[in-house]
């Protein structure tokens, strides 16, 4: 049982900083924030859950059944990840590209305490073994952050390299346009990674720059042990809320500009972009297929279909799908029936995820996969993990990956040019 107590905070982006400060002491402990973007299926503004009680860490074999068998006996609040490479647990595929991260593929941990933010109100949900430290920890954070210890400064300056050079990547791009033109597949996410070795950084440091100039709606903090997740996503993946379903996949970028005509030329020519578009469709019918597994009949339907959305760095292509399902219906079941999400897989699914683990360089791990939560009602929400920094910190190795999607008329410069447009935010924060 959870003890319930609510406090109003004036000053809620101080709170914030301050609570991700304090959150550091703790093992592991997950951050959502919501950056004030407010939707029709918006349920809090920020969330953070540390301080495991119990948790589940896996490989791939089995890794959806032990999930659920851990989701159904606690029966609580449970926050954590899933990798990419589940795949391998869903259908006959295998990973075996290098990895210089080493997550495991699965880890969630239920938290003693549990701190969530709606407007100016903090409403602590503690486990009653811990109901007795609300006050203790709400006048704690309210203090503020202790000053830096030195040894928190990043310690090395970051060399960022790249896992496959410019003529490498318009090679396997081509490679993927031959599958695309033999009609082994309509479209494919093609990703490469950008990583830095030998490298320090500090993780809270990067991760409070990286969301101040992003402010994304799924931004997602992520600490377990020495492993870290800087997440600044734009995009959900699937949310359960009561008996309905919800995806809301991305597919179609363009560029801001700080010209408010040019701004609005850009959104503009984004809606009408026709490959933009059909990119935008073909993975609206996956996730449409990819619901319909799970769902009561005749109940899936696009409430959306390629609207543009602003972000701080860039405009965005997002589609609205949505489903009915049972109230017995397994969580962990809707999730294992689409995953991984289809905007970073392609079409047919299967078979561009083979075509992915040949022509990529790298093993996606984390990245590419999801960070969220289910409640004790059953419900949960997931966020798709790109624009993202992943860090381990014995391993002294920073990655992030970008990508984009190829159909028949991807241009392979053009490609390049969204992969860096997409990578900047990241690379601006550790560089500088």
Excluded at 324 to 338: A, C, F, G, L, Y
Excluded at 376 to 389: C, L
Aim: with cysteine; charged share 25%.
């Amino acid at each position: 049982m959870r003890k319930k107590v609510s406090f109003t905070v004036p000053d809620i982006a101080g709170f914030k900083q301050s609570l991700l400060h304090w959150s550091q002491q703790y093992y592991e402990f997950v951050w959502l924030d919501s950056n004030g973007h407010k939707s029709k299926y918006s349920s809090f503004d920020g969330m953070l859950a540390a301080d495991a009680l119990t948790s589940i860490v896996t490989d791939t074999q089995n890794a959806f059944e032990d999930l659920s068998n851990y989701q159904s006996n606690t029966k609580d609040w449970i926050f954590g990840y899933l990798s990419y490479d589940l795949k391998n647990d869903t259908e006959q595929l295998f990973s075996s590209n290098p990895d210089g991260l080493n997550f495991p593929a699965l880890y969630f941990f239920q938290p003693k305490k549990l701190i969530e933010i709606q407007g100016t109100v903090v409403t602590f949900h503690y486990l009653n073994m811990v109901a007795d430290e609300i006050e203790e920890d709400f006048n704690n954070i309210l203090e503020g952050p202790k000053p830096f210890a030195p040894e928190l400064e990043n310690q090395s300056d970051v060399k960022i390299k790249l896992r496959i050079f410019k003529d490498e990547y318009f090679s396997r791009v081509n490679k993927m346009l031959n599958h695309i033109h033999r009609g082994d597949i309509y479209e494919a996410n093609f990703c490469q990674e950008f990583y830095a070795e030998n490298t320090k950084i500090d993780a809270l440091r990067t991760y409070l720059k990286l969301n101040s100039i992003t402010r994304a709606p799924f931004s997602a903090f992520l600490k377990i042990n020495d492993k870290y997740l800087l997440s600044s996503s734009p995009e959900r993946y699937v949310k359960k809320l009561g008996n309905k379903i919800i995806s809301q996949p991305i597919k179609g970028t363009a560029k801001r500009s700080l010209d408010k005509n040019e701004d609005r030329l850009l959104v503009e020519a984004l809606e009408k972009d026709q490959k933009e578009r059909a990119e935008n469709i073909m993975i609206v019918d996956l996730v449409r297929n990819d619901l319909s597994k799970s769902a009561l009949k005749g109940s899936v339907k696009v409430e959306e279909l390629c609207k543009v959305y602003s972000f701080d760095q860039v405009h965005q292509m997002i589609s609205t799908i949505t489903a009915e399902v049972s109230s017995t219906k397994n969580p962990v079941d809707i999730i294992k029936e689409t995953f991984p999400m289809g905007s970073m897989t392609g079409a047919p699914k299967v078979s561009a995820m083979r075509i992915i683990e040949e022509l990529e360089a790298s093993k996606r791990g984390l990245y590419s996969g999801t960070v969220g939560y289910f409640t004790p009602d059953n419900e949960f929400d997931f966020n798709v993990v790109i624009r993202s920094i992943l860090y381990n910190k014995t391993a002294q190795y920073v990655s992030f990956s970008v990508g984009s999607a190829i159909t028949a008329k991807a241009i392979p410069e053009k490609e390049y040019e969204e992969c860096l447009l997409k990578a900047k935010a990241m690379r601006q924060v550790l560089e500088n």
